[in-house]
């Protein structure tokens, strides 16, 4: 398995709150992102790094923030959250941008 | 606007008959397409790609098939386990472009039954 580690897995916050995921990768690879998924939605796209302090917006971006200060962490901040962030947020990892991607376990949020 | 759409939110099949999920595409520019399988409460899984160069690419009981004409993928598992019932996401990207996104559609929900 890639080694990929999201944290915290589980999170239960409060409408307003600020909230920080984390993405660890041991891999090396150049390009992470994050992913979010919802019923009805699929996988969609929030935001994404191709190398340090480098990253882009995906199609769900609005609300969130990101930042890449080392290779192998990329964070997902949700600065105020409300209860229509609350998902099941995924992170993944590939060496090459646009092939193929590993990746976590997943974070369940909920925004109560 | 979706840019990868799967239009069957669910399949069920027979165990041991042929499983033909699909996908449609939107963007002329996406290059490369890739399945991933999801289990509950876990991560998604690669399973196979295409580049489009490709028509077909084979991995075992996993074959997709290419139609760049029509736009349009399909992945093939011949033949279905019980233990291949799982969401199943198309994904595509812009990878000769070297845009570094990979764009999923919403997934098919396949059911294999014994």
């Known amino acids: 398995d890639a080694g990929i580690t999201q944290s915290p897995r589980h999170k239960v916050t409060e409408t307003g709150t600020p909230v920080t995921l984390r993405c660890h990768q041991t891999?090396?690879?150049?390009?992470m992102y994050w992913y979010r998924q919802d019923p009805g939605h699929g996988l969609r796209l929030i935001h994404y790094?191709?190398?340090?302090?480098?990253?882009d917006k995906g199609e769900v971006s609005d609300g969130y923030s990101v930042s890449r200060s080392k290779t192998e962490d990329f964070l997902l901040t949700l600065e105020s959250a409300t209860s229509s962030q609350t998902s099941v947020y995924f992170c993944?990892?590939?060496?090459?941008?646009?092939?193929?991607?590993?990746f976590g376990q997943g974070t369940r949020l909920t925004v109560v | 606007d979706q840019q990868v759409k799967q239009n069957s939110p669910s399949l069920s099949v027979q165990e041991g008959r042929i499983s033909i999920l699909n996908c449609d595409y939107t963007?002329?520019?996406?290059?490369?397409f890739l399945w991933y399988k999801k289990y509950p409460a876990e991560g998604p899984t690669f399973l196979i790609s295409?580049?489009?160069?490709?028509d077909k690419n084979e991995d075992g009981r996993f074959t997709v098939f290419l139609n760049k004409s029509a736009k349009h993928l399909s992945l093939h598992i011949v033949p279905s386990q019980p233990g291949d019932s799982a969401v199943y996401f198309c994904?595509?990207?812009?990878?000769?472009?070297?845009?570094?996104?990979?764009?999923f559609g919403k997934g098919t929900k396949l059911s294999v039954k014994p």
């Open positions: 993944a990892i590939s060496a090459l941008g646009g092939t193929e991607a590993f």
């Open positions: 891999e090396n690879h150049r390009y």
């Open positions: 790094s191709y190398g340090v302090k480098d990253t």
């Open positions: 963007n002329s520019m996406f290059d490369y």
């Open positions: 295409i580049s489009s160069i490709k």
């Open positions: 994904a595509a990207s812009n990878y000769g472009g070297s845009q570094g996104n990979l764009i």
